[in-house]
């Protein structure tokens, strides 16, 4: 045990006893030449500038294209719309061409022409608002052109004057009704 004792003593005067400063000689070889340290700081900050510049070129470009593609999207909206709607026009003016045609023929191409109609527009996410008799009266998508009095719950619709359409959900232009008045 004592000499247990006397090893630790002799590690604990080992550590506090104190020690010659060698490194200052090494410090002093070691301090660069100032002309050197600033060559590289300038050196680093021509390339942090170029970086820079070509980020900034890169951010520049990305938000012209951006532009261009918002522009050529506003231009060309409709365009899918508009290629749906060239065969009804087709048919309206071949209609039209034909003054001497019997009112069934005139009547089964106006009905020819309404289908394609409704299957361009719903090829185009346009879809009518047309509420049934008795339906709930929605003032999001419906418009009261008066109240009437009638047997059915109160505001409900009584007739339909003329249909509404949503385009994606949003309503392009409200159904025309009649609601029937509270009791």
């Known amino acids: 045990m004592w000499r247990r004792i006397a090893r630790f003593r002799a590690m604990t005067t080992d550590q506090t006893t104190p020690q010659q ?25 021509a390339e942090m500038s170029d970086a820079y510049l070509r980020a900034k070129a890169e951010v520049e470009n990305t938000r012209r294209r951006a532009e261009d593609e918002v522009a050529k999207a506003r231009k060309f909206a409709v365009e899918g719309f508009a290629e749906a709607m060239l065969p009804v026009a087709d048919s309206l003016t071949a209609a039209i061409a034909m003054p001497d045609a019997k009112v069934e023929t005139v009547l089964e191409g106006v009905h020819a022409t309404l289908r394609q109609l409704t299957q361009a527009l719903e090829r185009n996410k346009v879809v009518e608002i047309n509420p049934g008799v008795g339906a709930k009266f929605d003032a999001h998508r419906h418009q009261a052109i008066s109240v009437v009095p009638a047997e059915q719950e109160a505001n409900t619709v009584v007739a339909v004057l003329q249909k509404g359409y949503l385009i994606a959900d949003r309503v392009l232009r409200p159904a025309l009704v009649t609601v029937s008045a509270p009791k």
Do not use: G, I, K, V
């Open 21 to 45: 400063d060698t490194s200052a000689p090494e410090a002093a070889a070691a301090t660069p030449d100032p002309a050197a340290e600033l060559a590289s700081l300038q050196q680093r900050l």
